[in-house]
């Protein structure tokens, strides 16, 4: 112990677990009491030298103490260093201050899971989807996991938080394009010089922000193959090009003589221009805005005053087509091509074949009744015309529609086994007991058993090919 210039309080130097010195301040001018003060932080140190107890918890409760917002502030600048995009990160950062707002929370210890529940259920009743909802307690149970990894928490206590079934309240359900708005779509934009970036959407599945990333070195013409990169997925992707995407590609380059590190698209398309599109292209409709007493919100003066209106790209039942209706309308092409499952999800890009099959394909009655075209009559003996799918090649399915003429042979063939195993003189040439006793089962049968395991009739001194074969018999 010591005084600084021989005055004031004494200054306690000692040694932590972690053999550092350490200087503080005992705030008393009385020895004695100083000198229990450093005794107390010496044995401290011992203690969790040796183990007795745990260092990590000094961590817990010095991090415990700061400002909710410094924790906040510490995990938004963790996640843009991660390179995480821009948009999803204010998106978190907007989440994070909400919930600091709508909790009241103001140390990282006064997150708790009743809070966060109460604070969900509150943007719930707001009239925030189950989506929403969902997103929010992923963005809180994340920065909580994040102070769990750093070391600021000793465990994440949000986990526990369930879940919204998002699937009883969508609010964005996307409708499928069919051929005929898919070219008049490609009508509308090629003059503007946007077909390539539609065929794009709906033949690759690319996403905007795909788009906007594209370069001309990603594209392969000569292997027909185009190379994802800094997707959504992380990971580079390298999938195969149609045919009517890659002429559109080849014209678009000689009219661009671009090099191969520029982007194929240097200007994105808006979400204003593809309204405007789609509305030339009758898949969007016009309609006026009004207020709250449903009255039309006029704009201008004078000659130019006129109702507002506005592009409404929904139909009648809630359905809306955006830039990614696309990738469920090439989902759903996919599918109806019979294309397996699994190939689809590599096309789509997804890391689970069930994203393809649950959001991105959508089969209607159409497909159905196809389908069911497909089912022979009931006592019909003529099969149905089934389409090759190359699972099985021309001798699989004649062996697959033959498979009735089989069984009954098989009944036959099993009759004989069961009772040649019981044999023991398969070499004197005399009848076994075993077959003595099934040739005597044979004959009390009923008519129809006994002809339905005799139904296959050999040429003339041609015996039953089973009983010659030695191996069937044993």
Known sequence: MFKRDGRGPWIASWYDHAGRRREA????????????????RVTDAALRRDGVIDATKDRYAVEARKALADHVGDYIEHCRHAGQDKRHVDQKESHLERL???????????????????????????????????????????????????????????????????????????????????????QVAEPAGRKAWYL?????????????????????????TVTIRHGKAKREDVIPLHDQLAEALKQRRAEMMALPTAKVFPEAVTNVTRQKDFLRAGLAREEIVTDANGEPVMIGKGKRRRARTRIVCEDDEGRVIDLHAMRTTRGTMLARQGIAPQVAQRIMRHADYRTTQKHYTVLG??????????????????????????????KARDALSNAHQLYPQQLGRETVRNAAAQSTDRGNGKQSEGLKKANRNGANCNPER???????????????PCLQDENLIS
């Open 25 to 40: 301040s005992t705030r008393t001018t009385d020895k004695a009491a100083a000198e229990r003060i450093l005794s107390k």
């Open 100 to 186: 600091r707002e709508g909790t009241g929370a103001t140390r990282l210890t006064d997150l708790t899971a009743d809070l966060l529940e109460r604070h969900l259920r509150t943007m719930r009743a707001e009239g925030l989807s189950a989506r929403s909802v969902n997103f929010a307690r992923e963005i809180a149970v994340a920065l909580l996991s994040w102070c769990v990894n750093t070391g600021r928490a000793e465990s994440n206590v949000l986990r526990v938080v369930p879940k919204l079934d998002a699937s009883r309240d969508r609010r964005r359900v996307r409708r499928l394009l069919t051929d005929g708005e898919l070219a008049r779509l490609l």
């Open 200 to 224: 794009a959407a709906a033949l690759a599945g690319l996403r905007r922000g795909d788009l906007g990333r594209l370069t001309w070195a990603a594209i392969d013409f000569d292997a027909q």
């Open 365 to 394: 009655l159409t497909d159905t009744a196809a389908a069911m075209k497909q089912v022979p009559r009931i006592g019909s003996d003529r099969p149905a015309a089934n389409a090759a799918t190359g699972t099985y090649d021309d």
């Open 450 to 464: 006994r002809t339905a395991t005799t139904c296959v009739e050999y040429p003339q001194g041609d015996s039953n």
